[in-house]
């Protein structure tokens, strides 16, 4: 009786363990720019949502990124306000975000 649970807690274990590698995967590629100039934005945030899976955009504007679980994404940069992009597809995706700038600052005045 002792080995047929040990039998049957290895076979479970394993079933668990190879239910999580074989998460679906898909790969999320774009560009990120700016809304009104259409400029690329260099070093943009992406980040998936409810997870600490990222990255951030090289010097082209581009990224790419390889989600496992998600069905969103939150693209950020300084300045700007952020955007969560939808992702309604399982299979691997091309995307362009546009951002707008936030202007919380209009002016400012530098005294000495």
Do not use: Q
């Amino acid at each position: 009786m002792t080995s047929t649970k040990a039998i049957l807690i290895l076979f479970s274990v394993l079933f668990f363990i190879t239910g999580l590698e074989s998460a679906p995967r898909k790969r999320i590629s774009g560009f990120v720019r700016d809304k009104e100039t259409n400029e690329v934005l260099i070093g943009a945030n992406i980040l998936e949502n409810r997870t600490n899976n990222g990255t951030s955009t090289d010097n082209n504007g581009y990224f790419n990124l390889i989600v496992t679980r998600s069905d969103s994404l939150m693209v950020s940069y300084i300045g700007y306000k952020s955007r969560v992009i939808v992702i309604n597809s399982d299979l691997d995706s091309s995307i362009n975000v546009e951002l707008e700038p936030d202007n919380l600052l209009e002016e400012v005045v530098v005294r000495g």
